[in-house]
């Protein structure tokens, strides 16, 4: 409720002092008064040392002439402690307030009417020091002699009133207040009529408080009122007008009319530039009830824009605005909280933290606000200690500032409670939740959305104490109250009916679940597609992770039906499920992707685009240098992510044309002989006590009704086949055995592993089958599905043709191609050892890759710590060359020395990229580390190269160029020279768009790291953003002989035969298959569209 307070009109009065009968000293008091009068003015334009200034002057006039013991005197200490009030000196306002108290008193005048007004000023100090106590003490004061001196029936006593009825407000006694409130409401409207400007003040404040009772439509009737007699009697351009419809806008948040509530903040905003200036608090205060609205109805990048638009830069900041810098930074953590990205908003909040206890102490609002976001976002990073710390120290701190009772309080006890159902101490939980929900009750009442988030919280609780009769009864109270209260955009909304859904297909109450899980994920969607209009790819991936946990349990539960053989299982729940997975695969890549493809607009459009890759240029050298600059990488990346945004939102349809396509579109586009294959990857959790992460698969054939679930297998139980365990043979009997068909010297059990664990499961939906589309997830990314022997000595390939997509959308998307250009550009028999000094003779590259530095095949031929010539590619580019020439396609050969990472990215120089891109070159991927290692000390030292300790997975996957073993190992190069090294981040900066295919003739060059629904984070993914059409690499380590006769064999498939790239694709398999028994030499190739 700190919002609000901002809001509140406090109607107290400034001494106007009488002349003295002194007849000499009357120019003087005019002079004094008239110098008050002008610091005024500049003090209502927060020329605070302008108006403070004047205040001296004045001093030291009295000084000479009246003496520091008059009462002229007294006025002016008085307001100079009122400016320091105003810079937020209250030590200096305290000072002056009880110096001029003081004159008073030693005059013997405390009973001038001037005396109380003091008083009030002294009450308002206190109060906003949540010194709450001295302040009611100081209004009664004021109160007491107000009534002597003016009786209760006077405008002066109504004004004290009303700051105690403030006080009350604020200290949570919102029954005197409201008493107090009306009482003075009909006072006014009876003595001074309704138009008066107390009158329309009161109004104001009465509304304030039913606000926070959640007593709404009793706020809009007060409200709408005071807006109506604001208009008629000040104007609408008016501060108080402004303030009126600024409060009507929280009124309207509250209640989740978000759309109504935006238009009166924006004129509240107008209005208040106009009149005081960007750097008011009134300003602030509108700016920052924007930044919320706007995170509420999902429009984030415009909430972003506002919220940076409060922190200025520290060096331009004048001390009166540190509190609101410090407030923006807390909101910005917030919405990058929001947003999923944890390390950014901790970065903000600690500095917000630093802010608010160096400048105003650990019992401040800020401070306090700080440590329990804290808490928040260390108990979504599962730092469960961390947060039960900060969030007991921001409960204990409140409780001082404000007492037991508040809805701060709940706010901390409710996290807590939550904290430890987390952590499975529901004793202690229930407790909280308890002690919460009886504040709610007391201040707000049973018929409020805060009351009904209670019922929910302990609802999901009694779920884990399977206390099940008393869950379902708090789950449908809250879900009555919130679908009266009409906020269906609310969070608390959409958590219910999750926790709802979820508790009713845990009891297998399935007619109930279904209906609750359709109407979420809709919702959920709808985030989704705002995220894509304004989220940078990077962003765009960890705001998706925030919905991992509802998806997961999605197919958890329709697994647990199946397993159960529960027989009314709906279509309609197999159609949630389809178009779930289909909405969110790939989605950040084809973001991502249509990024790219920018590069072909023009005018600003452009420009942006050059300028981001410009930013991400310098970023590809600054992530790979030995000593890095990390203040100069975040720099970079902020930059490259605004204007990444920028473009987002400029093309804002462009970004979201192929995003919402459902299963009925994908039947629209396959035959009755096809099959879409969408495999899932998930974490079991909630269901049953199983919590491991399996597999399934959703099939989608053509002229079916409906998909089809079928479960396969554990992670665990893939993972054991495709990795080889310890003591294994080599890498070549090991794949020999996976995908061999010959019966001779071979494991049968692993031979028949994929078969069992992938194909049969399904098989019995594969009847008649031709054409399989499928998409990929976890592990099966490390499979190649057609090269799966069957029975009757026969590949699953060589059974159904197979089409590897990174989601089903693509089949609704154009698939035509018309090339630019007929060339091709072929990379091999590079040089890796060059010297770096050398000047490359020609500007364009393309590589093969090879396995990595660190990888465990017992092959001799690869390199320890640097990269060995390959004496095959350049036999392989010649012999693919000769046939290109022979179909009319103009070749370029770029080999030895020539063949730098330099003349690779100038590719993208030429008027459109290459036909072909055949690569021929060692290539390298690393996983994730799994500890934490200084990047900079270990590349200097030799220990790792930084592109295998790179947190980056894009860094951590790429190939070797000419020259590259002094740039793998962190040496110099000559200045202006690229390292040799071309990682997956750099080429998915490039613009390839006009390539049809690029072949990895390397290996392992599909492996990469694997996330979520994104898919593989390697070269795969590099050349898909970067726009190629099809893209041919391979899962393991091919020998250079093998790869060499493979490649030849698909050119004459595709280009001599007259064949497509996937038929070509097919047919070499099989005739490498024919030709070398060991399917290590051909399974490992995959080619993906």
């Not at 790979?624 to 920028?646: G, V």
């Not at 060589?798 to 609704?812: P, T």
């Amino acid at each position: 409720m700190k919002t609000l307070n901002k809001f509140i009109f406090i109607m107290s009065f400034i001494p106007s002092f009488v002349f003295s009968q002194i007849v000499d000293t009357n120019s003087v008091i005019k002079e004094v008064n008239n110098l008050i009068s002008e610091s005024r003015k500049y003090s209502l334009k927060r020329d605070l040392n302008t108006a403070l200034k004047l205040l001296n002057d004045a001093d030291s006039l009295c000084e000479v002439t009246v003496g520091k013991e008059s009462v002229i005197y007294a006025k002016v200490i008085f307001n100079i402690g009122r400016v320091h009030f105003l810079k937020m000196d209250y030590a200096a306002a305290e000072k002056g307030y009880f110096q001029a108290l003081e004159i008073y008193k030693q005059k013997n005048a405390t009973n001038d009417e001037e005396y109380p007004a003091i008083l009030m000023q002294v009450s308002v100090l206190y109060r906003d020091q949540h010194k709450y106590e001295l302040a009611e003490n100081y209004c009664r004061e004021s109160l007491i002699l107000r009534e002597k001196i003016f009786g209760i029936n006077s405008k002066q006593y109504c004004s004290s009133l009303i700051s105690l009825a403030n006080i009350f407000n604020l200290t949570n006694r919102f029954k005197e207040a409201e008493s107090i409130y009306l009482e003075v409401k009909d006072f006014y409207k009876k003595n001074l009529g309704d138009t008066h400007p107390d009158y329309i003040v009161n109004l104001h404040n009465l509304a304030y408080l039913y606000i926070k009772l959640e007593k709404f439509e009793e706020a809009e009737i007060h409200l709408m009122e005071a807006k109506s007699l604001l208009a008629m009697t000040e104007g609408t351009n008016s501060g108080k007008y402004a303030t009126c419809i600024n409060t009507l806008g929280i009124l309207y948040s509250n209640m989740a009319m978000y759309e109504i509530a935006k238009p009166l903040y924006l004129e509240a905003k107008e209005i208040f530039e106009q009149l005081v200036g960007k750097k008011h608090p009134l300003y602030i205060a509108c700016i920052q009830n924007l930044v919320g609205i706007y995170f509420k109805i999902g429009e984030f990048e415009i909430s972003e824009t506002y919220q940076r638009e409060m922190i200025v830069k520290k060096e331009e900041m004048q001390e009166k605005d540190i509190e609101s810098y410090a407030l923006g930074l807390n909101n910005l953590a917030g919405l990058y909280l929001g947003l999923g990205n944890y390390k950014k908003a901790e970065a903000l909040y600690l500095e917000a933290k630093e802010i608010n206890e160096s400048k105003f102490g650990r019992n401040h609002d800020g401070f306090v606000s700080n440590i329990a976001n804290l808490a928040i976002l260390y108990f979504y990073n599962s730092e469960f200690e961390k947060a039960e710390i900060y969030y007991k120290e921001a409960l204990q701190i409140n409780e001082e500032l404000y007492g037991s009772e508040n809805l701060k309080s709940v706010a901390y006890l409710e996290n807590l409670a939550i904290l430890y159902k987390t952590t499975g101490r529901y004793d202690l939980s229930e407790s909280y939740f308890m002690v919460s929900k009886r504040i709610i009750q007391t201040l707000l009442g049973v018929e409020s959305r805060d009351y009904a988030r209670s019922l929910k919280n302990l609802a999901t609780l009694y779920v884990k104490m399977n206390l099940d009769v008393i869950a379902d009864s708090l789950f449908n109270q809250a879900n009555k109250l919130l679908e009266k209260q009409h906020v269906k955009n609310d969070v608390v909304y959409r958590e219910n009916l999750l926790n709802m859904a979820k508790f009713y297909e845990m009891k297998g109450l399935f007619k109930r679940s279904e209906p609750l899980f359709q109407v979420f994920f809709e919702l959920e969607k709808e985030r989704l597609r705002h995220g894509l209009t304004f989220l940078s790819e990077r962003e765009l991936v960890m705001y998706m992770n925030s919905f991992k946990h509802s998806s997961d349990f999605l197919v958890s539960a329709y697994l647990n039906r199946v397993e159960k053989k529960q027989e009314d299982i709906s279509n309609e729940m197999l159609t949630l499920l389809f178009d779930n997975i289909l909405f969110q695969r790939a989605f950040a890549l084809n973001s991502a992707s249509k990024i790219n493809s920018l590069a072909k607009k023009s005018g600003h459009i452009a420009e942006d685009y050059l300028r981001l890759k410009g930013y991400k240029r310098q970023l590809s050298i600054e992530y790979t240098l030995a000593k890095r600059n990390q203040n100069k990488i975040d720099t970079l990346e902020d930059k490259a992510n605004e204007i990444e945004k920028k473009l987002i939102r400029d093309q804002h349809g462009f970004l979201q044309l192929d995003q919402i396509v459902n299963y009925q579109d994908i039947l629209g586009k396959i035959g009755k002989d096809e099959v879409v294959v969408e495999f899932l990857d998930f974490n079991r959790n909630e269901i049953d006590s199983l919590k491991e992460k399996v597999y399934s698969v959703l099939l989608l054939r053509g002229g079916w009704a409906k998909p089809v679930f079928v479960y396969l297998c554990s992670e665990r139980s893939l993972d054991s086949v495709l990795n080889d365990p310890v003591g294994r043979v080599s890498g070549q009997k090991f794949y020999r055995d996976m995908y061999s068909i010959s019966s001779d010297q071979k494991d049968e059990n692993i031979n028949n592993a994929l078969l069992k664990l992938i194909w049969k499961p399904m098989s019995q939906y594969m009847e008649g089958i031709k054409k399989i589309y499928y998409s990929a997830s976890g592990i099966m990314h490390r499979v190649n599905l057609s090269a799966i022997p069957l029975t009757g000595n026969q590949t699953l390939g060589e059974k159904i043709q197979i089409v590897s997509l990174s989601s089903s959308k693509q089949l609704f998307q154009s698939q035509s191609y018309l090339p630019q250009n007929n060339n091709a550009i072929l990379f091999g028999g590079i040089h890796y050892s060059q010297d770096s000094t050398d000047l490359d003779t020609f500007s364009l590259v393309s590589t093969r890759s090879h396995d990595g530095v660190d990888n465990q095949s017992n092959d001799n031929t690869l390199p320890n710590d640097y990269w060995k010539m390959l004496p095959w590619t350049i036999k392989e580019i010649s012999a693919i060359g000769n046939l290109l020439e022979s179909s009319s396609i103009h070749v370029k050969l770029i080999t030895g020395k020539s063949a730098t990472e330099d003349a690779f990215k100038k590719i993208e120089n030429l008027k459109s990229s290459p036909r072909i891109l055949h690569i021929a070159t060692h290539g390298y991927f690393f996983p994730d580390p799994n500890k934490e290692v200084d990047n900079s000390q270990l590349a200097v030292s030799g220990e790792e190269p930084v592109f295998k300790i790179s947190e980056h997975p894009m860094l951590r996957s790429g190939l070797i160029l000419a020259g590259g073993n002094a740039g793998w190992k962190g040496q110099q190069t000559l200045e202006g020279r690229e390292d040799g090294v071309l990682t997956a981040y750099e080429i998915s900066q490039m613009n390839l768009s006009n390539t049809e295919l690029v072949v990895l003739s390397a290996c392992e060059t599909g492996l990469g790291d694997i996330k979520g629904n994104e898919g593989v984070y390697g070269l795969q993914r590099a050349f898909k953003i970067a726009g190629a059409k099809y893209l041919m690499m391979s899962l393991w380590q091919v020998p250079d002989r093998e790869t060499k006769e493979f490649m030849v064999s698909f050119y004459k498939n595709w280009l001599t035969k007259k064949k497509s790239i996937p038929e070509a694709f097919r047919m070499t398999q099989k005739e490498m298959r024919e030709r070398f028994i060991n399917p290590y030499a051909w399974a490992g190739f995959v080619l993906v569209e």
